[in-house]
């Protein structure tokens, strides 16, 4: 099974310079509606046979393009929605430098709790529960591997891509996951294949319609 991670287009509070969290009628801007047609042409004929979305604006808009392209309805996980900030939703970027907890954020995420708010711990448990658990649903109504896609947010793409790699969740800040990127991970019975991260490109690799090369199972290289 393969998961595309799909990354939201860019919102009006990215450029705001703002921490969206869960505010209601955050939109793209201008060129997050760009980047959201873009999505059918990056996706291409790869055969995806599901969408699933967080239920914030954002995603809904990111993703009706490609849905609409390909005939499917997306459906909606609220495990996939974006972090709960509490307090700090809706606050500027700048200021939110100046909290101590912006350190902790930064160095060890795993502690960080936002006031009123969820920890990061918490967003990756049940951003991967979700992932995984529809993987399982989707290969049992198949009967086969399937490809499909999720749209959520940053924080919550980086969470997923952390377990995937088997990363501490202290080290998830060292993975970027842009406006509108595409990262894929394809899970196994042995361990999950991290093979895009951060993909902005104009077209994803046909090869994830692919099964995984054996030297890459056992860890083998030929170059």
């Not at 509108?180 to 046909?206: C, D, K």
Request: charged fraction near 25%; glycine fraction near 8%; include cysteine.
């Amino acid at each position: 099974m393969t998961v595309i991670l799909l990354r939201h287009g860019r919102s009006t509070s990215n450029t705001a310079h703002t921490l969206a969290g869960r505010s209601d009628g955050v939109d793209l801007d201008d060129r997050g509606r760009e980047q959201a047609e873009g999505v059918v042409s990056r996706i291409g004929d790869l055969p995806v046979r599901a969408i699933v979305r967080s239920p914030m604006l954002r995603c809904e808009r990111t993703i009706d393009p490609l849905a609409t392209a390909l005939g499917l309805q997306p459906i909606v996980d609220e495990r996939l929605t974006e972090v709960d900030y509490g307090s700090w939703t809706g606050r500027k970027i700048s200021d939110l430098l100046k909290e101590p907890l912006w350190s902790v954020v930064q160095a060890q995420p795993s502690a960080a709790v936002f006031p009123e708010g969820e920890g990061l711990a918490q967003v990756q448990a049940r951003a991967v529960a979700a992932v995984r658990e529809r993987d399982r649903a989707l290969a049992a109504e198949h009967g086969a591997d399937v490809l499909w896609v999720a749209c959520t947010h940053g924080d919550v793409i980086k969470a997923v891509l952390a377990d995937a790699l088997g990363v501490h969740l202290d080290g998830f800040q060292r993975i970027t996951a842009d406006p509108a990127s595409m990262s894929v991970v394809r899970y196994t019975e042995l361990r999950p294949f991290v093979m895009h991260i951060n993909h902005t490109g104009p077209q994803l690799s046909a090869g994830l319609a692919a099964e995984p090369k054996t030297d890459a199972v056992v860890g083998g290289s030929t170059d």
